[in-house]
């Protein structure tokens, strides 16, 4: 024998069909909320009006010609972060002032500094302690107000 369908059938189908939408949806909304961690940069305005000034500063980069190759590794939530610093012709770059910001992409909290020492000619090395596992990303920079400045960044895997 067949059930038909009554009213009161539907109806409870449509509330709990409804119900399940809304309570999920309200799971997702509160969730994002809870974990988004707000803006990126602080005053994201005021860095937007300052912007010719990033692209002159970067035209000076440029004419530097330095490249830096970053690298990382991880162990014992001991974060090594090492930089190689050279010109064009590939000649190491040496006593330069860098510091490194070891920066997490989704959680400002977890953000370290890392004053970078030369340990050999060009190569300039760094450690952050209470670092997790993770993606990661390193910038760079040369700690001058006379000069041209120098900034690097590259998105490292620590593992």
Known sequence: MTRHWTGRDILFVLIATFGVVIGVNAYFIIEAERTWPGEDVAHPYLQGLDYNQTLDARARQRALGWRASIGGALSANTATITVRLSDNDGKPITGQAL??????????????????????????????????????????TRNTEKEAPFEAMRRLWLR
């Open 99 to 140: 510091t490194a910001l070891l920066r997490h992409p989704m959680d400002e909290q977890r953000d370290r500094a890392v004053t970078l020492r030369e340990t050999r000619n060009g190569i300039y090395v760094g450690r952050a302690t209470q670092v997790q596992a993770g993606s990661w990303d390193v910038i760079v």
